[in-house]
């Protein structure tokens, strides 16, 4: 972080906060055309970017790193036989702890109470609430963890 790091707003679409929410230096947002963006109460840390082409909801109480990034579209098309379909959206359910440098990637679903080690790709639905995730690709490393 630098201290002339500025936040940038690229907003096509929809960024909506329904309450308090902190915005670190040099972090980015980029809603596109027709997206939705929607945060709860808590906060993100500096150099943070946010593509969002489709749909992101991040919960109440949710802590966000520095460093990361959510990219919710790939701007490409891969075609290849028996490949599955994945939904867009990125949802995240209510404090969630994102460690630093973390991707978060299009069709992922972390649940409630989530923690995500620093350094991760999640690109998958999770349905377990409160484990610890992590890795590339990501994955349960541990059960019924809490955070504060």
């Not at 980029?30 to 906060?43: H, N, P, S």
Request: glycine share 12%; with cysteine; hydrophobic share 35%.
């Amino acid at each position: 972080m630098h201290r002339k790091d500025i936040t940038n707003l690229n907003v096509a679409g929809k960024l909506n906060f329904k309450s308090y929410y902190s915005i670190g230096k040099g972090c980015r947002f980029d809603i596109g055309k027709g997206a939705v963006a929607t945060f709860g109460k808590g906060y993100v840390n500096a150099n943070t970017n946010f593509v969002i082409m489709h749909r992101l909801d991040v919960g109440d109480g949710c802590a966000i790193s520095w460093g990361c990034e959510f990219l919710d579209d790939d701007f490409h098309h891969l075609s290849y036989e028996g490949k599955k379909q994945k939904d867009h959206s990125i949802l995240i359910g209510d404090n969630v702890w994102i460690g630093s440098n973390t991707k978060i990637l299009r069709g992922t679903l972390l649940p409630e109470g989530s923690v995500v080690a620093a350094g991760s790709v999640v690109a998958s639905q999770f349905d377990k609430p409160r484990c610890l995730i992590g890795g590339i690709p990501a994955r349960v490393l541990k059960e019924n963890v809490t955070w504060r």
